[in-house]
């Protein structure tokens, strides 16, 4: 059974993340998207907020599981028996971050872990979870960014709706 793990803070998730794990459902048996607990990160949602979200915009995915963790991506992917990671790409500008990383857990998971690229679909190369909370807070339409559910949580975080 081919497993991939999806690592992210999500925070919030956005259609470029959904896109990007509906895509890697297809191409693998089952699909972990783990919720990173970032130190170096203050989030606007909670960990539990991030994994709710995720888990109602995924629920007729059967092969998508939704997991948190904290540390480094390699431990959790030893500690689950995972070889792949997927990483999506917006623009060239990401691919230089994402290779350096792709090189890093390669290296310190002595040749086991993978990374598999997906390019985000073109409708989605703007999108990133900072300019999706910019504009909520500016009380801007998220609606083409986001699920209605995300939606409502961000305009509630900031007050608006």
Do not use: W
């Given at each position: 059974m081919?497993?991939?793990?999806y690592?992210?803070?999500?925070?919030?998730?956005?259609?470029g993340?959904?896109?990007?794990?509906k895509?890697?459902?297809?191409?693998?048996?089952?699909?972990?998207?783990?919720?990173?607990?970032?130190?170096?990160?203050t989030?606007?949602?909670?960990?539990?907020?991030?994994v709710?979200?995720?888990?109602?915009?995924?629920?007729?995915?059967?092969?998508?599981?939704?997991?948190?963790?904290?540390?480094?991506l390699?431990?959790?992917?030893?500690?689950?028996?995972?070889?792949?990671?997927?990483?999506?790409?917006?623009?060239?500008?990401?691919?230089?971050?994402e290779?350096?990383?792709?090189?890093?857990?390669?290296?310190?998971?002595?040749?086991?872990?993978?990374?598999?690229?997906?390019?985000?679909?073109?409708?989605?190369?703007?999108?990133?979870?900072s300019?999706?909370?910019?504009?909520a807070s500016?009380?801007?339409?998220i609606?083409?960014?986001?699920?209605?559910?995300?939606?409502?949580?961000?305009?509630?975080?900031?007050?608006?709706?």
């Open positions: 081919k497993v991939a793990v690592p992210g803070s999500f925070d919030p998730v956005t259609y993340h959904l896109d990007i794990i895509r890697a459902s297809l191409m693998f048996d089952e699909v972990i998207v783990a919720v990173m607990c970032n130190s170096a990160k989030p606007l949602f909670t960990l539990d907020e991030r709710k979200m995720l888990e109602e915009s995924l629920k007729d995915l059967d092969n998508v599981r939704i997991e948190s963790f904290d540390g480094l390699i431990d959790y992917c030893n500690k689950e028996n995972i070889h792949i990671v997927i990483r999506g790409l917006r623009a060239i500008t990401d691919f230089e971050y290779l350096q990383i792709a090189q890093t857990n390669k290296e310190l998971s002595h040749n086991k872990v993978d990374t598999v690229f997906l390019t985000t679909s073109l409708i989605y190369s703007y999108l990133s979870s300019v999706v909370k910019e504009i500016y009380n801007g339409d609606t083409p960014c986001v699920p209605e559910s995300v939606a409502d949580r961000l305009y509630k975080k900031f007050g608006h709706k």
